[in-house]
């Protein structure tokens, strides 16, 4: 009788066992998962990511692209702002987003494109991300992380939408500096409605205007400390391991400058001194008849075994050739 008790007490504990070591190991697993996903939700701190650069990506497009920082690799998504997609990958999408600018699909495609272009031109050039690294993944399959991009222009954001390449809308955040999205919301939505009324970007497909840039200035926001705000300060050059401040640091506000009428005049250049295949996008724009988006695809054609190769580039016809050749070497 006893060696029966004694058997069952054993495979009662036997049992006990197996469920408790079964309910550490799920409570662990669950553990971990809402670590991760907490990680994902990101600090509640800026992190001010400096000197950073494009990489080259099939994957880029106008609001989404690869960043290098130092040694490292990131994934950005642009907060607040869409702009339409490259392919037909994701053909729902690209229905919303044609049906919002009142255009076919080929035509929104052909937006997108000319957004990437664009995006491409104006991050040619070192510059600055501000980010939460909050989760951005959507259909990416690889870890993406939401921001605001500062180029020298400013907001990379604004100046999409102001172009009429991108719509004010997506996911939203209070930018650095300012306790509410309100603002930003409605001054993005000053720049479409710009965009639109002069039928530029999206708007003025059917008139023809997809590469017309905006011809009046815009003040586009941009980040400076001032002191009052918890943020951190990362250069390319540093291997810090990102994490919530602890303690006040370098800190952002928006500011938006007002460029003068002559940010975006054509400089007068003697003829014949450009280098095409080393030339600045800034450089590049002072030629007469190319804009930010030529300028890009000129960039991305290179190398040219001489400028008379410029006939190659898409949207360069006789007529703008023989514009714009003089001004190469």
Not at 171 to 194: M, Y
Request: proline residues 5%.
């Amino acid at each position: 009788m006893s060696q029966i008790r004694g058997g069952r007490l054993i495979l009662r504990f036997s049992i006990f066992s197996r469920v408790g070591v079964s309910a550490l190991i799920a409570a662990a697993v669950l553990g971990a998962s809402a670590v991760h996903v907490a990680a994902r939700d990101g600090s509640k701190d800026w992190v001010v990511l400096e000197n950073c650069r494009l990489i080259t990506n099939p994957a880029n497009d106008g609001d989404s692209f690869h960043v290098s920082v130092g040694e490292k690799e990131y994934l950005f998504r642009l907060y607040l702002v869409d702009a339409p997609e490259t392919d037909e990958m994701t053909p729902r999408r690209l229905i919303e987003q044609a049906k919002y600018f009142s255009i076919t699909v080929p035509q929104a495609i052909e937006v997108g494109r000319a957004a990437k272009d664009f995006t491409q031109a104006r991050l040619s050039e070192p510059f600055t991300v501000f980010t939460h690294m909050s989760d951005a993944m959507g259909q990416s399959r690889l870890e993406r992380f939401y921001a605001f991009v500062e180029t020298r222009e400013g907001d990379l954001g604004e100046q999409l939408v102001r172009n009429g390449l991108a719509r004010s809308y997506g996911f939203k955040t209070a930018p650095p500096g300012l306790t509410s999205s309100r603002i930003e919301v409605e001054k993005l939505q000053r720049f479409e409605d710009e965009a639109k009324r002069e039928k530029i970007g999206a708007w003025g497909v059917n008139a023809g205007r997809l590469n017309v840039q905006a011809q009046t200035p815009s003040a586009f926001s941009s980040f400076v400390a001032d002191g009052k705000t918890r943020s951190r300060s990362v250069r390319a050059d540093s291997s810090a391991v990102f994490s919530p401040v602890a303690k006040p640091a370098a800190s952002i506000t928006r500011r938006s400058p007002v460029e003068t009428s002559q940010s975006h005049a054509k400089d007068k250049i003697p003829l014949g001194n450009i280098d095409i295949n080393t030339a600045t996008e800034k450089e590049l724009t002072t030629v007469p008849g190319i804009g930010h988006v030529m300028a890009a695809r000129i960039i991305a054609a290179r190398p040219f075994r001489s400028a008379d190769d410029l006939k190659k580039v898409s949207g360069i016809g006789d007529k703008k050739y023989a514009q714009t050749r003089p001004y190469f070497q």
